[in-house]
């Protein structure tokens, strides 16, 4: 007999998620729903307002990639008003997005998904001996890696734990036995994520230096960027140089050989396909390599099926949204431009379940050609390497001849996880390029770094990029110079959606039917394949009330 598990709220995420599952009398999921319990009311907000403000306003959709919505948001009225950038501004830009992905990829593997891989609690009964020389068999130079070290990693985590105050550790379900690692490869990883509190701080630096700060950078504008002083400064270049030297560090002897540390352990589950989901990919493409975005870091594509002989150029007038079960009012699916944002909350069943037959999220239903799409770092990676470039294709054969895991394997939980390692990899080694570039540009003469432009009585555009978790578009129209409608399809929106008029689950959904759980009131494993899409359901959903009034109260028990 089927049983309801409700998972409620996910956290180590950034926004409000639940997720509900059906499970047999294996403990197999067969069905899954996931909900955004929170509403997004940016679209409202931004109408009426000066296009030119939308970049500031939209990042205040989280705190976490602030830059990539500014960027999408600028992009989009870049677009609209036919401006192009001038090269210093484009490699500025790729300079602050490739700082946001190295603070992010760090964060996301250590302190938000880390704990689901990783079994403190066994770190401490293993011989810190045993852990050099398991951390000195994935890397021949391993971050911070001694006995003492590893025996001061284990008094702070033995404090922690006899305080009785665990902090970020609490709550866990250490000793269930989807958790593979063995002690030694515990100690290890542990220590790193205790290691890379203090890099990612460094990522973040790195960003503020050409942003301004961090979060919310300040220095992009329609038409260019406004830190000139800082791209003219030798010194400032050399910060930043500085400090990408040690993220590199940490990324290639502590990150990278984490993830196969845990490929190691957990490649049964790769080969397995557990937490595949619609293996269907989009990429919108990112880090442009010229001004006129025709070459990019990531390529753009669409994969189909887990089809990787074909990558299919991508039609955006096939990107529609629908709200079927979804609570807005509205009836079938429509792009973006021509997308609406008016709630219709009807709630959940008498029994407090989501209603899965009828409207139960605040996320809407993304498609792509009527297909539901992951995207994020797996989708950019998997579009690269079936595309054939060359550096891509370097890494994810690098990264299979280490693990002997097949190629197949990347359609699981762990290949996402391991995606994302890759592409930090990827976007380190680019990074001391860029800035070689900008200062090769500067020296020959062209220090523009902002093209005038003025805002039209109406038009319309898009801008899309590739944020750390995803394909990110923002669709803006103007009239009477002022924004008339705006809709923001964000990666979360795409990879959290509910199902479609079709009854199509979205990925979140189907990358659980099939998981067995080992105990059914720890569920580990559902947590884990939902972090490792690195959910951010604050861009997907908001709650805001312009007159600062309340529209809605909720109670946590």
């Known amino acids: 007999m089927a049983r309801r598990i409700i998972v409620d709220p996910i956290t180590r995420i950034e926004g409000h998620l639940r997720i509900e599952v059906e499970i047999d009398d294996n403990n197999r999921v067969i069905d899954a729903w996931s909900s955004a319990t929170l509403w ?301 944002t008016r709630p219709d909350y009807t709630g959940f069943d008498a029994q407090g379940y989501l209603k899965g037959n009828e409207k139960y999220s605040w996320v809407k239903a993304p498609r792509y050609d009527g297909k539901p799409m992951e995207v994020g770092p797996l989708a950019r990676i998997l579009v690269g390497y079936a595309g054939g470039d060359k550096k891509i294709r370097e890494l994810v054969d690098g990264l299979i001849g280490k693990t002997g895991i097949p190629t197949d394997a990347l359609f699981s939980t762990l290949g996402r996880t391991a995606a994302r390692c890759l592409e930090a990899r990827l976007v380190a080694d680019h990074v001391e390029g860029w800035v070689y570039e900008l200062v090769g540009n500067i020296k020959a003469g062209d220090q523009r770094t902002w093209t005038r432009c003025d805002i039209p009585q109406s038009a319309q555009g898009r801008g899309m990029t590739e944020a750390p978790r995803g394909a990110l578009g923002h669709w803006i129209r103007i009239e009477n110079r002022a924004i008339a409608n705006y809709q923001a399809v964000v990666p979360s929106t795409w990879n959290a959606s509910p199902r479609d008029a079709k009854g199509q689950r979205g990925p979140y959904e189907e990358s659980l039917v099939g998981t067995v759980l080992a105990n059914p009131d720890q569920p580990l494993e559902i947590i884990r394949t939902i972090h490792s899409f690195d959910p951010c359901l604050a861009c997907a959903v908001h709650i805001i009330d312009p007159r600062r009034s309340t529209i809605r109260e909720f109670k946590i028990q």
């Not at 734990?161 to 989807?178: C, E, I, K």
């Not at 460094?202 to 406004?226: C, D, S």
């Not at 050989?257 to 190691?264: E, I, T």
Request: proline content about 5%; some cysteine.
């Open 40 to 340: 997004r009311g940016f679209e409202q907000i931004l109408q009426g307002r000066d296009p030119r403000d939308a970049g500031l306003i939209t990042q205040r959709f989280c705190g976490v990639c602030t830059y990539s919505h500014y960027e999408a948001a600028t992009l989009a009225v870049e677009d609209a008003i036919g401006v192009v950038p001038p090269k210093n501004a484009r490699i500025i830009r790729n300079l602050i997005q490739g700082a946001q992905y190295l603070h992010d990829k760090m964060v996301h593997f250590y302190h938000l998904h880390g704990l689901d891989w990783v079994d403190i609690v066994s770190a401490l009964s293993a011989k810190p001996g045993d852990a050099v020389d398991l951390a000195r068999s994935v890397c021949e130079n391993p971050y911070n890696c001694s006995v003492s070290h590893y025996e001061e990693v284990q008094k702070r985590l033995t404090a922690f734990v006899q305080s009785g105050r665990l902090g970020p550790f609490a709550h866990a379900y250490w000793g269930n036995a989807s958790y593979k690692l063995p002690p030694p490869a515990n100690l290890v990883i542990a220590s790193h994520y205790l290691d890379a509190l203090s890099v990612q701080r460094v990522a973040a630096q790195m960003m503020a230096l050409f942003g301004g700060k961090n979060p919310h950078p300040q220095t992009l504008v329609v038409g260019g960027v406004t830190s000139v002083m800082d791209a003219m400064n030798a010194a400032r270049l050399g910060e930043y140089l500085y400090r990408l030297k040690e993220v590199k560090k940490f990324i290639e002897t502590a990150y990278f050989p984490d993830v196969l540390l845990a490929a190691q352990y957990y490649k049964d589950e790769g080969a397995a396909g557990i937490g595949a989901g619609v293996k269907n990919y989009l990429s919108y493409g990112g880090f442009p390599l010229d001004d006129q975005w025709q070459g990019k870091l990531f390529p753009r594509g669409a994969i189909l099926g887990g089809n990787l002989s074909q990558v299919y150029d991508i039609d955006e007038k096939k990107i529609t949204e629908e709200v079927t079960h979804s609570w807005y009012e509205g009836n079938g699916a429509v792009h973006p431009y021509e997308g609406e």
